[in-house]
């Protein structure tokens, strides 16, 4: 029978192929980003106030309902719901993410690259064991210092009416349009 030979054959074609699928080997591997340093990121995390929208394991206080949850952050497949969650792209998100998604509801908060680093390095450490180091990304090409996104018609004239980290909506001075 040509049957047991073939077949003899294809099982460890497909365990292999089987074996190659797992997530086991994605959850056991950390992500460490070279320049990064996780303890430097979570205390930058707490600085920028990411966790008014975020929650986030470790930083006191952050439990926003908002964004999307961050605990275990480093099993995630996906940044922002589109992006393969890869190192240069979350440092790019956390650089920039209405470049990279204009619909977003974060906001440019003015994080460094080295800043996104470390917050990358931290995010990457949360729900992760092992340990796999990358080299150093290329410089990000991101927009313009004076280039703008959206053009806001009625800004806020009195920066108290605004909160820059979170941008919170405040209503406008005749009650009829809120105003962002």
Not at 35 to 57: D, K, S, V
Not at 109 to 118: F, P, S
Not at 157 to 180: C, K, L
Request: glycine share 10%; aromatic share 4%.
């Amino acid at each position: 029978m040509t049957y047991r030979p073939t077949l003899l054959i294809l099982i460890p074609v497909i365990l292999s192929g089987l074996a190659a699928c797992s997530d086991t080997q994605d959850q056991s591997a950390r992500l460490a980003i070279a320049g990064g340093e996780p303890e430097q990121g979570r205390a930058l995390i707490q600085a920028y106030g990411c966790g008014t929208c975020h929650t986030i394991q470790d930083v006191r206080g952050a439990r926003g309902k908002v964004g999307p949850h961050l605990e275990n952050y480093g099993q995630q497949h996906l940044l922002a719901g589109f992006l393969p969650n890869t190192p240069q792209n979350l440092i790019a998100w956390l650089i920039d993410p209405v470049a990279l998604k204009p619909t977003t509801g974060m906001p440019a908060q003015g994080v460094t690259e080295a800043e996104a680093r470390h917050m990358a390095a931290y995010l990457y450490s949360l729900g992760r064991d092992g340990m796999q180091v990358y080299p150093p990304d290329p410089p990000l090409s991101l927009r313009d210092e004076g280039e703008v996104a959206v053009d806001i018609p009625n800004p806020p004239v009195v920066p108290s009416e605004t909160d820059i980290r979170t941008r919170r909506i405040v209503p406008s001075p005749d009650g009829r349009t809120p105003r962002i």
